[in-house]
């Protein structure tokens, strides 16, 4: 056991891996502090950040279940502890917008206009009227990535069927050609069935009771913007403009108009979810010796470390408890006044064993406290021959390498709080 604390600054690393990207590193909070100390880091602040960015977290490598962990004693060691995180799948849509996926994926808006024009400045303003088209799609909240048979995916909805009647208006000195402009569907390039991200090369001319066209389908340019469809009255000279797109800047022939839809793209991933497997949880690891490491705090004075059982080491699966036991040294502590507030290496008979990473040690912490239930407080011995240890002598300990440990490990802790006692007189 190290009794000369190192009085250099020790290190401690706390790693984010993604598990859907090889165990590939996301970010690093790099901690430093006095050998032996306790470690002030809570990881809820980097969680929260990354599941902002479309993380969750699968594992805590860190303090799963609330422990504390203690700065190293060894210059040449730093401890890395491993937070794995993997991919969420969620909606895109208006209510849940990303900015890894274009707004025109999931929202169109398109118009129908009338346009004035020969009365000069009397001439009225244009009548222009929108529809909205919407829906949701399926991604991978980290990459951005459409997957195409999502269980989030809908079909275009538009907020309206037709377009309003439009009344021409009254111009003082001049005459229309038309009382009125009926109105016209909404139209939206047709998705391919068989992709969400795609449009069908050919598009169909919607058709509008009164006015004739003189193309029956088109091919969508840039599927995002609006095509510009030009109808005929049939019968007189009236022209209807019906923004439906953007028009195609090198036509052969005429075609199409349909709905706006998206452009292609790649063919999208089958909508799978990431699975994870928990032997897949971590980085994977040669079977080296592991390291575990006991430490005895005061809850009494702000996690203060008494002593430590110094490090133990053991192969994969191997038992800690072989090597060691709290026993002889809580039997030492016991007689100093202190009592038990948790033990979390061997307390209610629990089986301690080495674990797979490589990377971070195993700290096991055992909480202890002056604190009595009683106002009578155990008073600490004055000098070490207070303590009776011929009685922690005769606890049983199968191994004797872990008993003379044990042994060294109680008399040192009753030589230090003897001292205390002494400077408190």
């Not at 190192?6 to 970010?27: A, C, F, G, L, P």
């Not at 075609?255 to 897949?280: I, N, W």
């Not at 002889?328 to 100093?336: D, G």
């Not at 303590?387 to 044990?406: F, G, S, W, Y």
């Amino acid at each position: 056991m190290n009794q000369q604390p190192s009085t250099e600054d020790q290190t401690v690393k706390v790693e984010y891996v993604d598990h859907d990207d090889e165990n590939q590193e996301i970010v690093t909070d790099t901690l430093t502090g006095q050998a032996n100390m306790l470690v002030d880091y809570d990881p809820k602040n980097t969680i929260e950040k990354l599941e902002k960015q479309g993380y969750t977290l699968v594992d805590n490598g860190y303090n799963p279940v609330g422990e504390a962990q203690f700065y190293s004693n060894n210059d040449d060691y730093v401890p890395t502890y491993i937070m794995t995180m993997k991919h969420t799948i969620g909606p895109v849509d208006v209510d849940h917008p990303n900015d890894k996926v274009e707004k025109a994926e999931y929202l169109r808006e398109v118009e129908f206009a009338v346009n004035y024009e020969g009365a000069g400045s009397a001439t009225p303003n244009n009548n222009v009227q929108k529809a909205r088209w919407t829906r949701s799609l399926t991604i991978d909240r980290v990459t951005g990535e459409i997957f195409a048979d999502g269980q989030y995916i809908t079909d275009w909805q538009v907020d309206r069927e037709n377009y309003d009647d439009v009344q021409v208006p009254v111009v003082k000195g001049y005459h229309a050609d038309k009382k009125s402009i009926a109105g016209a569907p909404t139209p939206v390039f047709e998705t391919d069935p068989k992709d969400p991200t795609q449009v069908l090369d050919q598009q169909a001319v919607p058709t509008i009771e009164g006015y004739s066209c003189d193309i029956k389908t088109t091919a969508p340019y840039d599927p995002a913007k609006d095509l510009e469809i030009t109808y005929k009255a049939e019968k007189d000279d009236d022209v209807l403009v019906i923004p439906v797109g953007q028009k195609k800047e090198k036509a052969e022939k005429k075609e199409s108009a349909k709905p706006a839809t998206p452009e292609k793209k790649e063919e999208p991933k089958a909508a799978t979810e990431p699975k994870v497997a928990a032997s897949e949880l971590k980085p994977k690891k040669d079977q080296n010796d592991q390291v575990a490491i006991i430490n005895f705090i005061d809850l009494d004075n702000n996690g203060k470390q008494l002593t430590s059982s110094g490090p133990l080491t053991g192969k994969l699966g191997e038992s800690i408890n072989d090597l060691y036991s709290t026993e002889i040294p809580l039997k030492a502590i016991a007689q100093t006044g202190y009592h038990v507030v948790f033990n979390g290496f061997d307390g209610g008979g629990q089986i301690q064993k080495f674990n797979s990473n490589d990377l971070m040690t195993q700290v096991f912490t055992v909480g202890l406290s002056k604190s009595a239930k009683s106002e009578t407080k155990a008073k600490a011995p004055e000098k070490q021959s207070d303590v009776d240890l011929d009685a922690v002598r005769e606890a049983t300990i199968n191994n004797k390498d872990t008993a003379a440990m044990a042994l060294g490990i109680a008399a040192t802790i009753i030589s230090l709080i003897g001292l205390i006692g002494k400077e408190n007189k």
